[in-house]
């Protein structure tokens, strides 16, 4: 799916003094989670400068019983409890820029770098965090939400998850990362994982007596050794630890 383009790195600042780049709303029992870590360092001086924005909208705010009751038990028995959909689709219904609708769920489709890059192209999302059980499929449907998992790990609630997903778009955002930080030579950016690092001091006796030097080749100084040891680095580790991700180079080319 193509995404609309972000105005250009120049408008950056303009644009977020009238509407941020990027705008979260989220759905949660726990409005008081976000923006949570996402407040500090990068994400956080991003969200000071407008470059993003975020709305945690609390689901019981849409109850209507003495209780604020959002869950109930589940038709055909079992353990657990059930979010309600009417009390979800209410709290949806109060969005104006929704965007695109997220529902974090550990039956979804696993979140990758290439889903990152689609989601934070996107003016808009709309994240739902599940608690209990989960949510009834039925406000899943009606409001299209799409399912997306950040492991195969069952969490006890939707909103780390969400801070996850949304840590990852948040630095891909024009202007988020400074000049020194670069998002093209990461792991998948290219499909491999990224080769190790290595800075001063150049040789460095651990605490077992270790000196363990950088290697040479990175000292050199000639750019196309540097770049051909990188390359090799990043297919020895990606064969070593994640062979999965070979395979599906192999399946493109
Ligand atoms: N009964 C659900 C199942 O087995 O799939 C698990 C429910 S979990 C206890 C409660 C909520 O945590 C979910 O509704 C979802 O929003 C969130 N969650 C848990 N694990 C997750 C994961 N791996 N990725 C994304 N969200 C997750």
Redesign the pocket.
């Given at each position: 799916m193509s995404a609309p383009d972000h105005p250009s790195d120049k408008n950056a600042q303009d644009q977020s003094s009238k509407q941020s780049l990027w705008h979260a709303n989220i759905l949660t029992l726990f409005p008081e989670m976000f923006p949570g870590t996402l407040g500090l360092s990068l994400s956080g001086r991003a969200l000071e400068r407008g470059i993003w924005s975020l709305e945690a909208i609390d689901i019981r705010a849409f109850t209507e019983d003495r209780h604020k009751t959002v869950d109930d038990t589940p038709f055909g028995g079992g353990a657990g409890m059930v979010m309600r959909p009417d009390i979800i689709e209410k709290a949806v219904r109060s969005i104006t820029r929704k965007g695109k609708m997220i529902?974090?769920?550990?039956?979804?489709k696993p979140l990758t770098q290439e889903k990152v890059a689609e989601l934070a192209a996107l003016p808009a999302l709309t994240i739902l965090?599940?608690?209990?059980?989960?949510?009834d499929q039925r406000v899943l449907d009606a409001c299209d939400f799409e399912e997306?998992?950040?492991?195969d790990?069952?969490?006890?609630?939707?909103e780390p998850?969400a801070i996850i997903l949304m840590d990852a778009c948040i630095r891909l955002l024009p202007t988020v990362m400074g000049n020194e930080e670069t998002p093209y030579e990461e792991s998948f950016s290219n499909g491999l994982l990224e080769y190790p690092h290595y800075t001063r001091p150049a040789d460095w006796t651990d605490a077992k007596g270790v000196v363990r030097s950088v290697p040479d080749v990175l000292k050199s100084g000639h750019h196309e050794h540097i770049k051909t040891w990188r390359m090799q680095e990043s297919l020895r580790l990606t064969h070593e630890r994640r062979p999965d991700l070979i395979e599906r180079l192999k399946k493109e080319v």
């Open positions: 529902y974090m769920s550990p039956r979804g965090c599940g608690r209990y059980e989960g949510v997306i998992s950040i492991g790990y069952v969490l006890s609630g939707g998850a």
